[in-house]
């Protein structure tokens, strides 16, 4: 454990970034699921409106800087690409 006041303080900051970004993370995670889901039901309606919470949620995690931009347009694209594909 640190000594140095300033040191103790920046231990637990980043304990509770760290949270937040694994929280955020999963929320991530959880909606792509929810697309992938209902892309592999094959279920047109509810992969659009899957589809419309997690670019929401993808965006929020970009914004707040958890993922890298290109890191969310790439998961946006491909999500988009597979909905669209369903026909």
Request: glycine fraction near 2%; hydrophobic fraction near 40%; charge should be positive.
């Amino acid at each position: 454990m640190a000594n140095i006041k300033s040191a103790k303080k920046r231990i637990l900051v980043n304990k509770t970034k760290a949270a937040r970004n694994k929280s955020i993370r999963s929320a991530v995670k959880t909606s792509i699921k929810k697309v992938e889901v209902a892309v592999a039901n094959k279920d047109k309606e509810a992969a659009q409106a899957a589809l419309t919470n997690a670019i929401s949620t993808i965006s929020k995690a970009t914004s707040k800087g958890i993922y890298h931009k290109n890191n969310c347009a790439r998961k946006v694209s491909r999500l988009t690409k597979a909905v669209n594909n369903l026909g």
